[in-house]
């Protein structure tokens, strides 16, 4: 069985840097074409991609957060860390993790998102 | 790299058939058949229903069908039930390696 769970603060403040960890079970992200994203959204607003990292560790980020944005994996802990710099109240948001594993091609980024984790939300506030 | 556009809202009756539009550029849906559709109910993460445009995960109903032309992907629901009550995203590939959503659809069964 497939999980992943989100864990981090849940407040922080003005300028601070935002660190989450996603934990997953039930497979690995040493093995070809698996990988996770982060994914976010504000409280009554849609979804937004945020990154993506793959077993070959390429990464990939939001064009518009991508100098905020830095992501990374320990396969042996089966983790996957998320860091966003200098966060402002806009970025108050549910955050999620999800493995991406589900379609066609050779490129991680093609593909469904296809398990998730419950969420964690993160308030940013002084 | 802007949001897909998405109708805010689409409703309809049990037993009826609704489709909500997801119109991008050919940077995106109309570039590439790595289109997919989350359906979200509320409080909860999402849920993969459609991925590859037009391909259904186990266990996801036969009532949900993707499909796409131009610049625009669908997302059909079929037989309406009123589980089927959620908000619904897609999300494409990118020409810049970057996935994007859309704007999201509140779907209502009256």
């Known amino acids: 069985q497939v999980t992943l769970r989100e864990s981090g603060p849940a407040l922080v403040k003005p300028t601070q840097t935002l660190t989450l960890t996603c934990s997953f079970s039930g497979f690995s992200l040493s093995t070809r074409r698996m990988c996770v994203s982060w994914i976010r959204q504000p409280p009554g607003k849609a979804l937004e991609w945020l990154a993506l990292i793959d077993s070959d560790d390429d990464r990939y980020y939001s064009t518009s957060l991508k100098t905020r944005l830095t992501i990374s994996k320990d396969t042996s802990k089966n983790q996957v860390v998320l860091t966003l710099t200098n966060m402002d109240p806009v970025d108050t948001a549910t955050y999620y993790c999800?493995?991406?594993?589900?379609?066609?091609?050779?490129?991680?980024?093609?593909?469904?998102?296809?398990?998730w984790g419950q969420g964690t939300t993160v308030t940013v506030s002084s | 790299q802007s949001a897909l556009t998405q109708p805010a809202s689409v409703s309809g009756s049990p037993g009826q058939s609704i489709t909500i539009s997801c119109t991008g550029t050919?940077?995106?849906?109309?570039?590439?058949?790595?289109v997919s559709w989350y359906q979200q109910h509320p409080g909860k993460a999402p849920k993969l229903m459609i991925y590859d445009v037009s391909y259904r995960p186990s266990g996801v109903s036969n009532r949900f069908s993707g499909s796409k032309s131009g610049n625009t992907a669908s997302l059909t629901i079929s037989g309406l039930q009123a589980e089927d009550e959620a908000d619904y995203y897609c999300?494409?590939?990118?020409?810049?390696?970057?996935?994007?959503f859309g704007t999201g659809t509140q779907v209502t069964v009256l």
């Open positions: 999800a493995r991406m594993a589900h379609g066609s091609g050779n490129f991680c980024l093609y593909y469904g998102m296809d398990v």
């Open positions: 999300n494409s590939y990118t020409s810049s390696s970057t996935r994007v």
């Open positions: 050919s940077s995106d849906v109309g570039g590439y058949n790595y």
